[in-house]
């Protein structure tokens, strides 16, 4: 919580919900409409607000005051205050449950499953997350080798959130990876896979955790190398493929129940 009361304050400035990110997870849920989702670690209710305008209701979970604050009311979303492993909802409450890039951020996943599964027995449970070890480095690790080393401590295995979800829920859980496309409108991290001089933007630095967390020190030197690179054309002679791909494929996947 504390991390987004200190990062969180320009969160809507580049974190949107990007609508194919929306698709993928009603279509993983597979609910009708008119269905009550909980949205655990919802942010500044972007996905929340996202779903609740194809039909849904929605209970959106978030520890953060500053996140909260900064959340568009929508008459379909309730917000509350609160973390993974200690849901502030009934038990058999909802029909289902979403967690979009912040599982990393709870700080006992299988307690938090058990809470889940108190919430929801028997519903469909979709986390959007990123396992870092299904990628090869790729530039901008190399550029930021922080960012790595970052994303491995944070981030669980996709396998391991199948194995805890499955033991807590009593059920298999799947992995679907999600390759980016070059134009998300939710800026996380790897978001401008393809636009390398969206990295300058500081506003867009400091609303990932991975940049959050990071030694300034290593950024500045990072931020150099790259400028550098980018104005002697070596970047482009390396990478500027990317420029023109149709997709990315950074390790980011939906782990769902």
């Known amino acids: 919580m504390a991390l987004y009361d200190r990062i969180g304050r320009s969160y809507d400035a580049t974190r949107t919900a990007d609508w194919r990110i929306v698709e993928r997870l009603l279509a993983l849920l597979d609910l009708p409409t008119n269905a009550r989702i909980c949205d655990i670690g919802a942010g500044s209710a972007n996905y929340s607000n996202a779903i609740a305008e194809k039909g849904y209701d929605v209970s959106a979970v978030e520890p953060s005051p500053i996140m909260r604050e900064q959340a568009r009311p929508h008459r379909r979303v309730t917000m509350s205050a609160g973390v993974a492993e200690h849901l502030p909802l009934d038990s058999g409450e909802v029909d289902g449950v979403i967690s979009?890039?912040?599982?990393h951020h709870f700080s006992d996943l299988a307690r938090a499953f058990h809470e889940i599964a108190?919430?929801?027995?028997?519903?469909?449970?979709?986390?959007?997350t990123l396992d870092p070890r299904r990628r090869p480095i790729t530039w901008i690790e190399t550029y930021f080798p922080q960012l790595r080393e970052i994303d491995l401590r944070a981030f669980q295995p996709a396998e391991a959130l199948v194995e805890l979800g499955g033991a807590a829920?009593?059920?298999?859980?799947?992995?679907?990876?999600?390759h980016l496309p070059p134009d998300l409108t939710d800026n996380f991290l790897f978001a401008p896979w393809n636009r390398p001089e969206v990295f300058f933007?500081?506003?867009f630095r400091a609303n990932t955790s991975g940049f959050a967390r990071s030694d300034p020190a290593r950024i500045a030197e990072g931020l150099a190398r790259l400028k550098k690179d980018l104005q002697a054309g070596v970047w482009d002679a390396q990478y500027g493929q990317l420029r023109t791909a149709s997709?990315?494929?950074?390790g980011f996947c939906f782990v769902h129940f």
């Open 201 to 203: 933007d500081g506003t």
């Open 169 to 178: 829920l009593g059920r298999t859980g799947a992995i679907a990876p999600f």
């Open 247 to 250: 997709s990315f494929d950074a």
């Open 118 to 128: 108190r919430v929801c027995p028997s519903g469909p449970v979709v986390f959007f």
């Open 100 to 103: 979009t890039l912040a599982s």
